[in-house]
């Protein structure tokens, strides 16, 4: 049974390589789905697969690469989208 979770990170969040840190590591977990910035600051990423791996990429977005500063992660059930790849969104 696979699992999606929309997940929504405030903080110091942009301008850290955010979005490229968590490609590199959806690929590695081999999840699909996508991750951009949002006009109010925040970073959303929405990510789809194994339960597992879904679950570690969580963790992984509340700590963030280097210089980054969680202050918030929001997580959310979504509904299982079948995404073929993970993809950086530009607004």
Known sequence: MKKAIRIYINGTVQGVFFR??????????????????????????????????????????????????IRNVEVKPEKFQDFKTFKILHI
Do not use: T
């Open 20 to 69: 490229a840190f968590i490609k590199e590591n959806a690929e590695r977990h081999n999840v699909k789905g996508f991750s951009r910035n949002l006009e109010d600051g925040r970073i959303e990423v929405f990510v789809e697969g194994e339960p597992d791996n879904v679950n570690k990429m969580i963790e992984l977005c509340k700590k963030g690469p280097k210089h980054a500063q």
